[in-house]
């Protein structure tokens, strides 16, 4: 059995191209015993550009 995080992320002035935001967030949930498997978009704005995804990380329940 896996247990799942989800870690919303806003994509915009502070992450996004050069941004190493996201890196924090996944070393985080490495030392919790997770791991990093993918991420999820959950809003596009109306020119396909991704605006918030989801982080998703797993581990042995």
């Known amino acids: 059995m896996k247990a799942y995080e989800y870690v ?4 915009g ?5 050069g941004s190493e935001a ?3 967030i996944i070393d985080e949930y490495a ?13 596009i704005n109306n ?8 982080l998703v990380f797993e581990r042995d329940a």
């Open 8 to 11: 919303n992320i806003h994509i």
């Open 13 to 17: 002035k502070l992450v996004g191209a």
């Open 22 to 24: 996201h890196r924090a």
């Open 31 to 43: 030392a919790r015993g997770y791991r990093y498997v993918g991420y999820i978009p959950t809003n």
């Open 47 to 54: 020119y396909g550009k991704i605006t918030d995804l989801d």
